[in-house]
Protein backbone atom coordinates (compact mmCIF):
# COMPACT_ATOMS: atom_id res chain seq x y z
CA UNK A 1 0.00 0.00 0.00
CA UNK A 2 1.42 3.17 -1.08
CA UNK A 3 1.24 5.78 1.68
CA UNK A 4 0.78 9.11 0.26
CA UNK A 5 3.47 12.08 1.14
CA UNK A 6 5.91 10.10 2.58
CA UNK A 7 7.88 13.66 3.21
CA UNK A 8 8.15 14.46 6.62
CA UNK A 9 5.83 16.98 6.18
CA UNK A 10 3.61 14.94 4.18
CA UNK A 11 3.07 12.78 7.03
CA UNK A 12 2.71 14.93 9.37
CA UNK A 13 0.09 16.56 7.76
CA UNK A 14 -1.69 13.20 7.32
CA UNK A 15 -1.68 12.18 10.39
CA UNK A 16 -3.13 15.69 11.59
CA UNK A 17 -5.74 15.00 9.40
CA UNK A 18 -6.58 11.23 10.38
CA UNK A 19 -6.52 12.68 14.12
CA UNK A 20 -9.23 15.77 12.95
CA UNK A 21 -11.30 13.06 11.56
CA UNK A 22 -11.40 10.92 14.83
CA UNK A 23 -11.91 13.91 16.75
CA UNK A 24 -14.83 14.67 14.23
CA UNK A 25 -15.97 11.44 14.27
CA UNK A 26 -15.80 11.84 18.35
CA UNK A 27 -17.30 15.15 18.53
CA UNK A 28 -20.29 14.02 16.78
CA UNK A 29 -21.42 10.86 19.06
CA UNK A 30 -20.59 13.09 22.39
CA UNK A 31 -23.65 15.83 20.52
CA UNK A 32 -25.77 13.07 19.68
CA UNK A 33 -25.24 11.89 23.51
CA UNK A 34 -25.86 15.37 24.98
CA UNK A 35 -28.54 16.17 23.01
CA UNK A 36 -30.50 12.61 23.90
CA UNK A 37 -29.46 13.51 27.54
CA UNK A 38 -31.13 17.27 27.09
CA UNK A 39 -34.13 15.70 25.66
CA UNK A 40 -34.54 12.97 28.17
CA UNK A 41 -34.41 15.64 30.98
CA UNK A 42 -37.15 17.88 29.15
CA UNK A 43 -39.34 14.69 28.91
CA UNK A 44 -38.66 13.67 32.74
CA UNK A 45 -39.54 17.52 33.33
CA UNK A 46 -42.63 16.74 31.21
CA UNK A 47 -43.72 13.63 33.10
CA UNK A 48 -43.23 14.84 36.55
CA UNK A 49 -45.50 18.36 35.64
CA UNK A 50 -48.41 16.41 34.47
CA UNK A 51 -48.09 14.21 37.17
CA UNK A 52 -48.36 16.68 39.84
CA UNK A 53 -51.16 18.16 37.91
CA UNK A 54 -52.98 15.04 37.67
CA UNK A 55 -52.52 14.40 41.78
CA UNK A 56 -54.31 18.07 42.52
CA UNK A 57 -57.06 17.52 45.11
CA UNK A 58 -60.66 18.32 44.26
CA UNK A 59 -64.13 16.74 43.68
CA UNK A 60 -64.35 18.24 39.83
CA UNK A 61 -61.16 16.90 38.42
CA UNK A 62 -60.43 19.53 35.60
CA UNK A 63 -62.15 22.78 37.35
CA UNK A 64 -58.75 22.04 40.06
CA UNK A 65 -56.59 20.98 37.22
CA UNK A 66 -57.40 23.79 35.93
CA UNK A 67 -56.99 26.11 39.01
CA UNK A 68 -53.84 24.78 39.21
CA UNK A 69 -52.87 25.78 35.86
CA UNK A 70 -54.12 29.34 36.73
CA UNK A 71 -51.68 29.85 39.29
CA UNK A 72 -48.40 28.20 37.45
CA UNK A 73 -49.01 30.67 34.71
CA UNK A 74 -49.91 33.96 37.08
CA UNK A 75 -46.84 33.03 39.11
CA UNK A 76 -44.09 35.79 39.02
CA UNK A 77 -41.45 33.14 38.08
CA UNK A 78 -40.97 32.86 34.33
CA UNK A 79 -41.80 29.56 33.27
CA UNK A 80 -40.41 27.30 30.05
CA UNK A 81 -44.04 25.00 30.58
CA UNK A 82 -47.21 25.40 28.22
CA UNK A 83 -50.29 24.56 29.41
CA UNK A 84 -53.68 23.67 27.59
CA UNK A 85 -56.51 21.77 29.37
CA UNK A 86 -59.63 21.64 27.13
CA UNK A 87 -62.76 20.02 27.80
CA UNK A 88 -64.79 16.74 26.23
CA UNK A 89 -65.87 18.65 23.13
CA UNK A 90 -62.69 20.58 22.81
CA UNK A 91 -63.72 23.52 24.65
CA UNK A 92 -60.74 25.71 26.29
CA UNK A 93 -60.78 24.99 30.08
CA UNK A 94 -56.97 26.77 31.05
CA UNK A 95 -53.46 27.33 29.47
CA UNK A 96 -52.78 29.50 26.52
CA UNK A 97 -51.59 26.93 24.23
CA UNK A 98 -53.04 27.28 20.79
CA UNK A 99 -52.24 23.80 19.03
CA UNK A 100 -51.68 23.47 15.42
CA UNK A 101 -52.15 19.95 15.20
CA UNK A 102 -54.73 17.95 16.30
CA UNK A 103 -54.67 16.35 20.22
CA UNK A 104 -54.26 12.70 20.84
CA UNK A 105 -53.29 10.92 24.07
CA UNK A 106 -49.97 10.11 24.33
CA UNK A 107 -45.91 11.80 23.70
CA UNK A 108 -45.29 14.18 20.52
CA UNK A 109 -41.67 15.01 20.08
CA UNK A 110 -42.45 18.32 18.24
CA UNK A 111 -45.49 19.70 19.27
CA UNK A 112 -46.45 22.91 16.62
CA UNK A 113 -48.30 25.96 18.40
CA UNK A 114 -49.75 28.44 15.88
CA UNK A 115 -47.22 31.37 17.43
CA UNK A 116 -44.76 28.81 15.50
CA UNK A 117 -43.24 27.21 18.43
CA UNK A 118 -41.95 23.73 18.84
CA UNK A 119 -41.28 21.84 21.76
CA UNK A 120 -41.95 18.14 23.40
CA UNK A 121 -45.30 17.77 25.16
CA UNK A 122 -47.55 15.11 26.99
CA UNK A 123 -51.04 14.84 26.14
CA UNK A 124 -53.07 13.04 29.02
CA UNK A 125 -57.12 12.17 28.67
CA UNK A 126 -58.49 12.89 32.22
CA UNK A 127 -61.50 10.62 33.44
CA UNK A 128 -64.43 12.79 32.43
CA UNK A 129 -63.11 12.74 28.84
CA UNK A 130 -60.77 16.19 29.23
CA UNK A 131 -57.74 16.23 27.66
CA UNK A 132 -54.45 17.90 29.47
CA UNK A 133 -51.31 19.05 27.22
CA UNK A 134 -48.28 20.29 29.14
CA UNK A 135 -45.80 21.32 26.78
CA UNK A 136 -41.43 22.07 26.81
CA UNK A 137 -40.47 24.36 24.90
CA UNK A 138 -37.14 23.34 22.37
CA UNK A 139 -35.57 26.77 22.21
CA UNK A 140 -33.53 26.06 25.22
CA UNK A 141 -32.51 22.63 23.25
CA UNK A 142 -31.85 24.42 19.71
CA UNK A 143 -29.67 26.97 21.29
CA UNK A 144 -27.15 24.41 23.07
CA UNK A 145 -27.22 22.39 20.08
CA UNK A 146 -25.99 25.43 18.21
CA UNK A 147 -23.48 26.08 20.86
CA UNK A 148 -22.11 23.14 21.12
CA UNK A 149 -22.03 22.82 17.16
CA UNK A 150 -20.13 25.97 17.31
CA UNK A 151 -17.44 24.55 19.62
CA UNK A 152 -17.02 21.32 17.62
CA UNK A 153 -16.69 23.45 14.32
CA UNK A 154 -14.24 25.77 16.19
CA UNK A 155 -12.71 22.64 17.69
CA UNK A 156 -12.11 20.98 14.81
CA UNK A 157 -10.76 23.71 12.76
CA UNK A 158 -8.52 24.99 15.30
CA UNK A 159 -6.50 21.17 15.41
CA UNK A 160 -6.45 20.78 11.76
CA UNK A 161 -5.07 24.55 11.37
CA UNK A 162 -2.72 23.53 14.79
CA UNK A 163 -1.67 20.34 13.43
CA UNK A 164 -1.31 22.04 9.53
CA UNK A 165 0.77 24.35 11.04
CA UNK A 166 2.79 21.79 13.71
CA UNK A 167 3.38 19.44 10.40
CA UNK A 168 5.09 22.83 8.13
CA UNK A 169 7.04 23.03 11.33
CA UNK A 170 8.47 19.43 11.69
CA UNK A 171 8.59 19.57 8.55
CA UNK A 172 10.36 23.07 8.35
CA UNK A 173 12.89 21.87 11.42
CA UNK A 174 13.61 18.08 9.90
CA UNK A 175 14.50 20.03 6.77
CA UNK A 176 16.68 22.16 8.08
CA UNK A 177 18.88 19.61 9.85
CA UNK A 178 19.09 16.86 7.20
CA UNK A 179 20.53 19.78 5.31
CA UNK A 180 22.87 20.22 7.01
CA UNK A 181 24.25 16.71 7.32
CA UNK A 182 23.54 16.57 3.53
CA UNK A 183 26.08 19.39 3.28
CA UNK A 184 28.33 17.91 5.51
CA UNK A 185 28.37 14.26 3.53
CA UNK A 186 28.56 15.94 0.28
CA UNK A 187 31.73 18.15 1.40
CA UNK A 188 33.25 14.05 2.47
CA UNK A 189 32.40 12.85 -0.83
CA UNK A 190 34.19 15.97 -2.49
CA UNK A 191 37.38 14.53 -0.22
CA UNK A 192 36.86 16.72 2.88
CA UNK A 193 37.54 13.78 5.92
CA UNK A 194 37.47 16.37 7.99
CA UNK A 195 33.60 16.81 8.04
CA UNK A 196 31.24 15.73 10.83
CA UNK A 197 27.86 15.76 11.01
CA UNK A 198 26.49 18.75 13.02
CA UNK A 199 25.30 17.99 16.54
CA UNK A 200 23.11 20.80 18.44
CA UNK A 201 23.17 18.86 21.71
CA UNK A 202 19.50 18.23 22.61
CA UNK A 203 20.61 14.57 23.12
CA UNK A 204 17.37 13.92 20.28
CA UNK A 205 17.50 11.36 17.80
CA UNK A 206 19.21 13.49 15.00
CA UNK A 207 21.68 14.09 17.65
CA UNK A 208 22.06 10.15 18.46
CA UNK A 209 22.04 9.51 14.68
CA UNK A 210 24.77 12.08 13.86
CA UNK A 211 26.95 10.71 16.74
CA UNK A 212 27.14 7.30 15.56
CA UNK A 213 27.43 8.39 12.00
CA UNK A 214 30.58 10.48 13.08
CA UNK A 215 31.55 7.36 15.07
CA UNK A 216 31.90 5.41 11.56
CA UNK A 217 33.22 8.48 10.20
CA UNK A 218 36.22 8.71 12.39
CA UNK A 219 36.56 5.21 12.29
CA UNK A 220 36.96 5.23 8.52
CA UNK A 221 39.36 8.37 8.61
CA UNK A 222 41.68 6.17 10.87
CA UNK A 223 41.67 3.47 8.84
CA UNK A 224 42.75 5.38 5.45
CA UNK A 225 45.16 6.88 7.73
CA UNK A 226 46.11 3.76 8.98
CA UNK A 227 46.59 2.66 5.22
CA UNK A 228 48.47 5.66 4.45
CA UNK A 229 50.77 4.79 7.51
CA UNK A 230 51.16 1.09 6.06
CA UNK A 231 51.45 2.10 2.76
CA UNK A 232 54.47 4.44 3.97
CA UNK A 233 55.74 1.74 5.80
CA UNK A 234 55.98 -1.16 3.43
CA UNK A 235 57.83 1.13 0.93
CA UNK A 236 60.26 1.91 3.48
CA UNK A 237 60.71 -1.17 5.68
CA UNK A 238 60.69 -3.33 2.44
CA UNK A 239 63.31 -1.48 0.57
CA UNK A 240 66.11 -3.27 2.76
CA UNK A 241 65.15 -6.87 2.98
CA UNK A 242 64.23 -6.57 -1.09
CA UNK A 243 67.51 -4.73 -2.03
CA UNK A 244 69.15 -7.73 0.41
CA UNK A 245 67.18 -10.50 -2.01
CA UNK A 246 68.41 -9.19 -5.08
CA UNK A 247 72.22 -8.87 -4.01
CA UNK A 248 72.04 -12.86 -3.06
CA UNK A 249 70.45 -13.58 -6.30
CA UNK A 250 72.67 -12.00 -8.13
CA UNK A 251 75.22 -13.39 -6.21
CA UNK A 252 73.61 -16.83 -7.14
CA UNK A 253 74.19 -15.79 -10.76
CA UNK A 254 77.68 -14.94 -11.03
CA UNK A 255 79.09 -16.60 -8.06
CA UNK A 256 80.79 -19.90 -8.38
CA UNK A 257 79.22 -23.10 -7.68
CA UNK A 258 80.42 -23.98 -4.39
CA UNK A 259 79.25 -20.48 -3.35
CA UNK A 260 75.81 -20.85 -5.84
CA UNK A 261 74.02 -23.21 -3.06
CA UNK A 262 75.06 -20.45 -0.06
CA UNK A 263 73.54 -17.66 -2.07
CA UNK A 264 70.39 -19.69 -2.56
CA UNK A 265 70.25 -20.44 0.67
CA UNK A 266 70.44 -16.75 1.67
CA UNK A 267 67.84 -15.37 -1.19
CA UNK A 268 65.39 -18.45 0.43
CA UNK A 269 66.10 -17.15 4.00
CA UNK A 270 65.50 -13.37 2.66
CA UNK A 271 62.13 -14.25 1.20
CA UNK A 272 60.76 -16.24 4.01
CA UNK A 273 62.01 -13.19 5.89
CA UNK A 274 59.76 -11.08 3.23
CA UNK A 275 57.21 -13.81 3.89
CA UNK A 276 56.88 -13.34 7.31
CA UNK A 277 56.59 -9.76 7.21
CA UNK A 278 53.76 -9.90 4.52
CA UNK A 279 51.68 -12.51 7.19
CA UNK A 280 52.24 -10.38 10.20
CA UNK A 281 50.77 -7.52 8.03
CA UNK A 282 47.79 -9.46 6.52
CA UNK A 283 47.15 -11.15 10.35
CA UNK A 284 47.02 -7.17 11.59
CA UNK A 285 44.96 -6.37 8.91
CA UNK A 286 42.14 -9.47 9.49
CA UNK A 287 42.14 -8.19 13.55
CA UNK A 288 41.78 -4.24 12.40
CA UNK A 289 38.99 -5.15 10.16
CA UNK A 290 37.15 -6.55 13.48
CA UNK A 291 35.73 -9.27 11.35
CA UNK A 292 37.13 -11.92 14.36
CA UNK A 293 34.55 -10.92 16.66
CA UNK A 294 32.21 -13.09 15.24
CA UNK A 295 34.14 -15.63 16.36
CA UNK A 296 34.28 -14.65 19.99
CA UNK A 297 33.55 -17.03 23.11
CA UNK A 298 33.35 -17.21 26.76
CA UNK A 299 37.67 -17.70 27.45
CA UNK A 300 39.07 -18.53 30.26
CA UNK A 301 41.73 -16.46 30.50
CA UNK A 302 43.54 -17.23 33.62
CA UNK A 303 43.81 -21.09 32.53
CA UNK A 304 44.76 -19.59 29.11
CA UNK A 305 48.06 -17.83 30.57
CA UNK A 306 48.84 -20.18 33.08
CA UNK A 307 49.36 -23.07 30.76
CA UNK A 308 50.89 -20.58 28.12
CA UNK A 309 53.53 -19.16 30.15
CA UNK A 310 54.71 -22.69 30.89
CA UNK A 311 55.26 -23.16 27.67
CA UNK A 312 57.30 -20.24 27.34
CA UNK A 313 59.08 -20.69 30.83
CA UNK A 314 61.85 -23.31 29.29
CA UNK A 315 63.23 -20.05 26.95
CA UNK A 316 63.51 -17.87 29.84
CA UNK A 317 65.35 -20.38 31.97
CA UNK A 318 67.81 -21.08 29.30
CA UNK A 319 68.39 -17.11 29.00
CA UNK A 320 69.20 -17.10 32.88
CA UNK A 321 65.91 -14.86 33.34
CA UNK A 322 63.72 -14.82 36.38
CA UNK A 323 60.64 -15.35 35.06
CA UNK A 324 57.56 -14.89 37.21
CA UNK A 325 53.59 -15.35 36.85
CA UNK A 326 51.30 -14.08 38.98
CA UNK A 327 47.63 -14.58 37.26
CA UNK A 328 44.15 -14.56 39.66
CA UNK A 329 42.30 -17.40 38.60
CA UNK A 330 38.92 -17.16 37.65
CA UNK A 331 39.65 -14.52 35.27
CA UNK A 332 37.44 -14.87 31.67
CA UNK A 333 36.51 -12.46 28.87
CA UNK A 334 34.24 -12.77 25.77
CA UNK A 335 37.14 -13.05 23.16
CA UNK A 336 39.56 -15.28 20.50
CA UNK A 337 41.63 -18.08 22.71
CA UNK A 338 43.87 -18.09 19.45
CA UNK A 339 44.51 -13.97 19.41
CA UNK A 340 44.39 -14.03 23.30
CA UNK A 341 47.47 -16.40 23.22
CA UNK A 342 49.10 -14.70 20.41
CA UNK A 343 48.82 -10.76 22.03
CA UNK A 344 50.53 -12.76 25.41
CA UNK A 345 53.18 -14.33 23.38
CA UNK A 346 53.98 -11.33 21.26
CA UNK A 347 54.32 -10.18 24.89
CA UNK A 348 56.29 -11.93 26.30
CA UNK A 349 58.37 -12.21 23.00
CA UNK A 350 59.51 -8.46 23.28
CA UNK A 351 60.67 -8.71 26.51
CA UNK A 352 62.66 -11.69 25.80
CA UNK A 353 64.25 -9.79 22.91
CA UNK A 354 64.45 -6.86 23.90
CA UNK A 355 66.07 -7.68 27.47
CA UNK A 356 69.73 -8.99 28.83
CA UNK A 357 69.77 -12.50 29.88
CA UNK A 358 69.52 -12.49 33.62
CA UNK A 359 66.57 -10.44 33.43
CA UNK A 360 63.27 -10.34 35.76
CA UNK A 361 60.23 -10.93 33.51
CA UNK A 362 56.79 -10.55 34.81
CA UNK A 363 53.51 -11.89 33.50
CA UNK A 364 50.23 -10.55 35.48
CA UNK A 365 46.68 -10.82 35.38
CA UNK A 366 44.43 -9.29 37.75
CA UNK A 367 40.70 -8.35 37.77
CA UNK A 368 40.03 -4.53 38.89
CA UNK A 369 36.80 -2.07 38.80
CA UNK A 370 35.07 -4.74 36.14
CA UNK A 371 38.21 -4.84 34.04
CA UNK A 372 41.05 -7.81 33.31
CA UNK A 373 44.61 -5.69 33.88
CA UNK A 374 47.06 -7.87 32.09
CA UNK A 375 50.76 -6.94 32.26
CA UNK A 376 54.14 -7.41 31.33
CA UNK A 377 56.95 -6.37 32.67
CA UNK A 378 60.60 -6.22 32.40
CA UNK A 379 63.62 -4.66 34.36
CA UNK A 380 65.51 -3.83 31.33
CA UNK A 381 66.97 -0.65 29.77
CA UNK A 382 63.12 0.25 28.81
CA UNK A 383 62.82 2.87 25.77
CA UNK A 384 63.97 6.61 25.35
CA UNK A 385 60.79 8.59 25.89
CA UNK A 386 60.28 9.80 22.21
CA UNK A 387 59.87 6.14 20.71
CA UNK A 388 57.15 5.86 22.96
CA UNK A 389 53.98 7.68 20.76
CA UNK A 390 54.70 5.52 17.81
CA UNK A 391 55.55 1.89 20.13
CA UNK A 392 52.59 0.59 18.84
CA UNK A 393 52.05 1.70 15.42
CA UNK A 394 53.46 -0.84 12.21
CA UNK A 395 57.25 -1.15 11.76
CA UNK A 396 57.55 0.94 14.61
CA UNK A 397 61.04 0.08 16.93
CA UNK A 398 62.70 1.91 20.18
CA UNK A 399 66.50 1.11 18.05
CA UNK A 400 66.08 3.87 15.76
CA UNK A 401 69.00 1.95 13.91
CA UNK A 402 67.03 -1.26 13.27
CA UNK A 403 70.07 -3.13 14.49
CA UNK A 404 68.02 -5.56 16.28
CA UNK A 405 65.90 -8.51 15.35
CA UNK A 406 62.73 -8.10 14.27
CA UNK A 407 60.27 -5.88 12.18
CA UNK A 408 58.05 -3.60 14.71
CA UNK A 409 54.72 -5.53 14.03
CA UNK A 410 54.80 -7.19 17.44
CA UNK A 411 53.33 -4.78 19.34
CA UNK A 412 51.29 -3.26 16.40
CA UNK A 413 49.41 -6.96 16.53
CA UNK A 414 48.94 -6.53 20.37
CA UNK A 415 46.94 -3.41 19.89
CA UNK A 416 44.71 -4.44 17.70
CA UNK A 417 44.24 -7.46 19.22
CA UNK A 418 43.19 -5.48 22.67
CA UNK A 419 41.29 -3.09 20.23
CA UNK A 420 39.41 -5.78 18.68
CA UNK A 421 38.04 -7.00 22.49
CA UNK A 422 36.77 -3.65 23.33
CA UNK A 423 40.68 -2.88 25.26
CA UNK A 424 42.77 -0.56 25.92
CA UNK A 425 46.95 -0.96 25.76
CA UNK A 426 49.31 1.18 27.67
CA UNK A 427 53.03 2.03 28.54
CA UNK A 428 53.43 2.23 32.25
CA UNK A 429 55.59 4.97 33.59
CA UNK A 430 58.28 3.37 35.96
CA UNK A 431 61.77 1.99 35.46
CA UNK A 432 61.97 -0.74 32.88
CA UNK A 433 59.87 -1.18 30.55
CA UNK A 434 55.82 -2.60 30.96
CA UNK A 435 52.89 -3.00 28.75
CA UNK A 436 49.27 -2.73 30.26
CA UNK A 437 46.33 -4.39 28.64
CA UNK A 438 43.02 -3.88 30.17
CA UNK A 439 40.26 -5.90 29.03
CA UNK A 440 36.48 -5.77 29.78
CA UNK A 441 35.77 -8.80 32.55
CA UNK A 442 33.27 -11.49 31.75
CA UNK A 443 30.86 -11.82 34.32
CA UNK A 444 29.81 -15.52 35.30
Known amino acids: MRIPGRSTFGLAALISVVLTLGTLAIGRVAYHITHEAIERQLDHRIEAETRALLIEPGADRSG ?11 APIAQD ?4 LVDRSGGRIAGKLDPAMPLKPGYEEFFRSRDGLVGQAMTTRLPDGALLVVRADRAGLRQIDRQLRALFDWSIAGMLLLGLGGAWTLGALTRARLRRMDRAALAIIEGDLSQRMPVSGSGNEFDRLART ?8 AALMLNLRQVSSDV ?18 VQGEDADR ?5 AAIAQADELLEIFAALLRISEVEGLGVRKHFRPVDLSTTLTDFAET ?6 QRGDRFEVDVEPGLEVLGDRRLLIQLASNLLDNALHHTP ?3 HVRLAARH ?11 DGPGIPPEARARLFERFSRADASRSSGGHGLGLALVAAITAAHHGTVTLSDGPGFEIVVSLPAREP
Open 213 to 220: LNQMLDRI
Open 235 to 252: AHDLRTPLTRLRHRLEEA
Open 357 to 359: PGA
Open 261 to 265: AASVE
Open 368 to 378: ASGKIRLSVSD
Open 81 to 84: LDYL
Open 64 to 74: AIGAAIQRRLA
Open 312 to 317: FRPDAE
